[in-house]
């Protein structure tokens, strides 16, 4: 596997990424985008970063604005609107390193696959059709959220709910149409981001779709049978939707 260090650039801002590749030429490409107040680091990111390569495809992981080792200020450059500017920029990028082939999927966590959601007609008008992707526990309405993280943390200082109303305030479901080919993973305990989150979704989508419903499954999908089984299915799925293999 070869790793290669970058970075990009948008609205004036350094972005740094990481492309893993495999040892095959032109491979198809999967760009990823973490949660809230992850990083490039977050555990299905790293999931993602060995088992992709391995299996014949490259994975692409960067940190949003104000997130990781990225420029930017969490409070003042925290949007969807700008999640989703990041997003395209990170595709753009990978296009333009010219390592990888035509075929483009997305994964994203939490509010990493609002942020798929939201660019993802976006991204089929600029770099063509996608083949598809994997989303976990996604919010598709923003209001449907509970326990909103106010509280201040070693990296930024306490948020206002004003923050949340001013920049995380959106509903997707006209969105989620654009979306096919796309597994989701939601957790039936999940006490952030709602399960009825995944089953709108699931309704919303074009085929071909599905949905993993986790029993008794957290929002950061904490238990070891829940990140097996997204190891197993995740990988499926992208070899699928990638015609890597016959079945998922």
Same mark, same amino acid.
């Given at each position: ?29 999967? $760009? ?14 790293? $999931? ?132 096919? !080919? ?12 709602? $399960? ?13 779709? !599905? ?38």
């Amino acid at each position: 596997m070869q790793i290669v260090q970058t970075q990009f650039r948008v609205d004036r801002l350094v972005l740094k990424g990481e492309l893993f590749l495999p040892g095959t030429p032109r491979p198809p490409v999967v $760009v990823g985008s973490h949660g809230l107040e992850g990083s490039r680091f977050s555990a299905k990111q790293q $999931v993602l970063s060995r088992l992709l390569p391995e299996n014949g495809m490259a994975f692409f992981r960067f940190d949003h604005r104000g997130c990781g080792d990225s420029q930017g200020d969490f409070v003042r450059d925290t949007s969807l609107e700008k999640r989703s500017r990041d997003f395209l920029a990170a595709v753009a990028h990978v296009k333009d390193l010219n390592k990888t082939g035509p075929h483009l999927g997305v994964f994203g966590s939490s509010m990493g696959g609002a942020t798929c959601i939201n660019a993802w007609q976006t991204l089929e008008n600029t770099f063509g059709r996608l083949s598809g992707g994997v989303l976990c526990a996604a919010p598709l309405k923003s209001r449907t959220i509970h326990n909103i993280p106010t509280r201040a943390t070693a990296t930024r200082p306490a948020l206002p709910l004003a923050f949340f109303e001013k920049n995380l305030l959106f509903d997707l479901s006209d969105k989620a149409g654009a979306l096919h !080919h796309v597994l989701v993973f939601h957790g039936d305990a999940d006490r952030i981001v709602p $399960v009825e989150n995944a089953r709108n979704l699931l309704e919303t989508m074009q085929s071909p779709k !599905h949905c993993i419903i986790q029993k008794h499954g957290d929002h950061p999908m904490s238990s070891p049978r829940d990140q097996a089984e997204f190891e197993t299915k995740a990988l499926a799925w992208f070899k699928q939707i990638f015609h890597l293999s016959d079945t998922a």
